[in-house]
């Protein structure tokens, strides 16, 4: 399988914003372009490898991160990312996914990560 390439997603500290009127927490406007953005190259990416349905199992998502600052935190890039990977029926559930964090490096002028899907060896015990 080819590895899932994508622009970096907000970082959660910019992901999202209150609501001025309800107090809930909404997505800000750079968050939602960044699905826009994404979707079509999910989907590119789920025809090229044939993925016809959603992995609905433990799944372990290895991660390089090409971060633009030295000081920037891949950490901070999950939650965006699980989202968006349920969204666009890459998984059935976030929940699933068990992010392995293999590489971060530094490039200004191409920002990004690259994901590789595989599957778990084992699965993690079950929460009762």
Known sequence: MKPLILELPPSVN???T???????RIYTDASKNWYQWVWPVILR????????????YFIK???????RR???????????LADALEKYEVVTDDRFIMFVTEK???????????????????????LE
């Open 70 to 80: 030295l000081n920037s935190d891949s950490h901070n890039y999950f939650k965006l």
């Open 45 to 56: 990416w789920k025809r090229e490898n044939n993925l016809k349905k959603p992995f609905d």
């Open 18 to 24: 209150n609501n001025e009127c309800t107090g809930r």
């Open 104 to 126: 971060v490096s530094y490039d200004r002028e191409n920002p990004r990560i690259e994901i590789t899907f595989k599957n778990a060896e084992e699965t993690p015990p079950r």
């Open 14 to 16: 910019f992901a999202y």
């Open 61 to 67: 998502t290895h991660c390089n991160f090409y971060l």
